[in-house]
């Protein structure tokens, strides 16, 4: 079984800039969630989709927005990019929505802000 | 708010010394506990989930066990393939739509010489 994918797996930009990361789930699974991985601050929860809505958002401000897609395919976006969010964006997939089962991470989309 | 502290930051040892990797963790209520492991530029790797005080899981050199207040990820006879930055992690009920949401501690930091 394939594991969670995430395209590009690197990407530099400029600030001011905007980005779009993509992530497709494991097969089956219909629950993804957005993490950001920096050195000072560790692994922080973006949000979470699940059938196409946005179930829960952490503590990041409104130029961090995502999507679903109907076959779990999820997107996240960061307008006007900032020197911060240069960090590793990793995307998890689980395959239940109504439990506290475990998350599966893709490999991270590593973005460089200049 | 939900916290989750690790110790110790890093740890070396040498390949065959056995030690422990400890997360304290205080949450409202906790619903799963997950260790992870981490290599250098790749994504979280799912090791373990603990739901219940009391709960112990293994695998290969690894054993995980789960208390009221913390959780130990003990390691047996470390190897050099065994060093990697270890994540704990937990969920922690704050309503119907908290399920995806995980707070992570800062990692542990394991070097395993030969």
């Known amino acids: 079984k394939a594991g969670v994918t995430q395209t590009p797996r690197y990407l530099i930009k400029t600030r001011g800039q905007q980005v779009t990361l993509s992530c497709s789930p494991i097969?089956?699974?219909?629950?993804v969630s957005w993490y950001q991985q920096t050195p000072g601050q560790g692994l922080q929860f973006l949000f979470e989709?699940?059938?196409?809505?946005?179930?829960n958002k952490g503590n990041f401000p409104g130029r961090f927005s995502g999507r679903q897609f109907s076959n779990s395919r999820s997107e996240m976006n960061v307008s006007t990019l900032e020197l911060g969010d240069s960090a590793l964006y990793l995307c998890a997939s689980r395959a239940s929505v109504s439990s506290y089962n475990e998350q599966f991470f893709g490999p991270g989309t590593r973005l460089t802000v200049l | 708010e939900d916290q989750v502290t690790q110790s110790p930051e890093a740890l070396r040892l040498q390949e065959g010394e056995s030690s422990s990797l400890n997360c304290s963790y205080t949450?409202?209520?906790?619903?799963?506990l997950f260790w992870y492991r981490q290599d250098p530029g790749k994504g979280p790797e799912f090791l373990f989930t603990?739901?219940?005080a009391g709960e112990e899981k293994e695998k290969e050199r690894l054993k995980a066990t789960l208390t009221k207040k913390e959780s130990f990820l003990h390691i047996t006879a470390p190897k050099p393939e065994d060093s990697a930055t270890y994540l704990c992690a937990v969920h922690a009920y704050a309503g119907g739509t908290s399920y995806g949401k995980l707070t992570f501690g800062q990692g542990t930091i394991l070097t395993v010489h030969p």
């Open positions: 603990l739901y219940s």
């Open positions: 949450v409202s209520g906790l619903r799963g």
């Open positions: 989709y699940f059938s196409e809505t946005q179930r």
């Open positions: 097969s089956g699974h219909r629950s």
